[in-house]
């Protein structure tokens, strides 16, 4: 049986997580602005902090992948 060369399963794996991660953030701020948008009776727009906050966890994900890839080659290789 073919194994996977342990660091790329551990960046298959980080990126995986650094993927759920970012999509669960940004599902997240979606449903504060559009509960903002509705208080306000406005369009929904997310605002420079949320922007941000999102843009952070895009730029961890590669941080997290190289991590995880790393780790993994440590442990299991």
């Known amino acids: 049986m073919l194994s996977m060369h342990p660091a790329l399963q551990g960046a298959l794996v980080g990126l995986v997580i ?3 991660l970012l999509v669960f953030e940004y599902t997240a701020l979606s ?7 509705k208080k ?6 997310f605002d420079v902090t949320e922007k941000r906050r999102l843009a952070t966890i895009r730029n961890f994900v590669p941080i997290l992948v190289i991590g995880f890839a790393a780790g993994f080659w440590i442990i299991w290789g």
Do not use: H, S, T
Not at 31 to 37: L, P, T
Not at 40 to 45: D, E, S, T
């Open 18 to 20: 650094g993927i759920v």
């Open 40 to 45: 306000y009776n406005k369009v929904p727009v």
């Open 31 to 37: 449903k504060q602005v559009k509960e903002r948008a």
